[in-house]
């Protein structure tokens, strides 16, 4: 993303990211894997979802109906992540531009 150099087109797309944001649905982190209980003849198997949260890692077994519904969920939480990192970013673009109009109106 290139940055914006607007105070006005700043505000937009965060308000824009925040009504985004607001339309996710359930969500979580991790990642899902297809282990096996017998890897060598690739027999019993089953899904686990492994996360970091509150700085503890988890593990769950997930059963093979819920599959689709948890993918939906990660994939729910990974839009999250993209869109708050790129409102952090131009609230950070944001705070700059109105330090530097700050000192710009002060030198006057």
């Known amino acids: 993303m290139e940055p914006i150099t607007d105070l006005k087109a700043i505000t937009k797309r965060i ?4 009504c985004e ?5 359930p969500m979580r982190p991790g990642c899902l894997s ?6 060598q003849r690739k027999k019993g198997a089953y ?7 509150k700085m503890r890692s988890k593990t769950e ?9 948890i993918r939906r969920e990660l994939a729910e939480y990974k839009r999250y992540k993209e869109l708050n ?7 950070i673009e944001r705070s700059r531009l109105q330090i530097k109009q ?7």
Do not use: F, H, N
């Open 15 to 18: 308000i824009r990211l925040q």
């Open 21 to 25: 944001l607001a339309k996710l649905g």
């Open 34 to 39: 297809r282990q096996y209980r017998d890897p």
């Open 47 to 53: 899904y686990q979802l492994s996360y970091t949260y």
């Open 61 to 69: 077994y997930i059963l093979e109906d819920s599959v689709p519904e």
């Open 85 to 91: 990192g790129e409102w952090i970013q131009l609230s």
């Open 102 to 108: 700050a000192k710009k109106t002060a030198a006057r």
